[in-house]
């Protein structure tokens, strides 16, 4: 089944200047990139997106951690997109992210972990909507 998802390359990896590596590796795994943006995130804009976590104690970090620099949003589509793109980024905690996978390769720590990716299918359509009209994507 076609899926979308969200890619989110963070602050860290774009002060690295990592993001064509990134876009490299994503596209070299067969995703359509419907859509792509570069942006500051507003802290209103962070806490909105990041909101299923405000009651964890990393919250705030968080925010303040996307909105320190620009962000490139990039809307993928392609058959089992959620669980092919999470394996292509790896674990959340580089030190435990297999080989070869975005986050084990331009991550620095589970904090500053180079890419947000969306959990599920139907946050993947939500994440997606979140950054994207639909007349923006291709």
Not at 14 to 32: A, E, H, P, T
Not at 48 to 59: A, D, G, L, S, V
Not at 60 to 74: H, N, Q
């Amino acid at each position: 089944m076609i899926q979308r998802t969200l890619c989110i390359i963070k602050p860290d990896a774009v002060r690295k200047n990592l993001q064509g590596n990134i876009i490299q590796k994503i596209s070299d795994s067969g995703f359509k990139m419907l859509g792509m943006k570069m942006l500051n995130l507003a802290d209103q804009t962070a806490g909105k997106f990041y909101e299923i976590h405000k009651e964890r104690p990393f919250y705030k970090e968080l925010c303040s951690f996307m909105t320190s620099g620009p962000v490139v949003a990039i809307a993928l589509e392609k058959e089992n997109a959620v669980a092919d793109y999470r394996t292509l980024i790896g674990a959340t905690d580089p030190s435990e992210a297999a080989e070869g996978t975005i986050r084990k390769l331009y991550a620095d720590s589970k904090s500053e972990n180079a890419v947000h990716g969306s959990d599920s299918e139907e946050n993947g359509r939500n994440e997606v909507a979140f950054f994207f009209a639909e007349s923006e994507l291709n």
